[in-house]
C-alpha cells in the first residue's frame, strides 16, 4: 500500500545553484524551498505542490527514518486524490 502512495509522487534532487537552464527553471518553480545544497523536494506532480522536503539532514537519516517521514505526507497526498477521484 504504502509503495503505491509513494509511486505517484516525484522526488527532485537540486545539488547546486550552477545557472543551466533548467537550474533556472527549477528556480522558478521552487526557488523559496531550496533551503542549501543538496534539496530534496516530494512534489506532487500533478500540482506542482511541494509535499515535503530536506536538505542535507536526509543524508544523515536511516532508510526507517525516511520512510517514517513519508508515512504521514503521502497519507495526505492519498486521501486528497481519492477526494478528487470520487
Known amino acids: 500500500m504504502r509503495e503505491i502512495k509513494l509511486r505517484s509522487l516525484s522526488l ?5 545553484e550552477m545557472h543551466t537552464e533548467v537550474y533556472e527553471e527549477i528556480k522558478k518553480l ?9 534539496t530534496y ?3 506532487n ?3 506542482g505542490q511541494v509535499i515535503k522536503k530536506w ?5 544523515q537519516m ?5 520512510e ?14 481519492k477526494q478528487k477521484t470520487a
Open 41 to 43: 523536494l516530494v512534489v
Open 30 to 38: 521552487y526557488g523559496d524551498e531550496i533551503v542549501g545544497y543538496p
Open 68 to 81: 517514517e517521514a513519508f508515512e504521514k505526507p503521502a497519507k495526505e497526498y492519498s486521501e486528497t486524490m
Open 12 to 16: 527532485l534532487k537540486v545539488e547546486s
Open 62 to 66: 536511516s532508510l526507517e527514518g525516511i
Open 55 to 59: 536538505s542535507i539532514d536526509i543524508d
Open 45 to 47: 506532480p500533478q500540482t
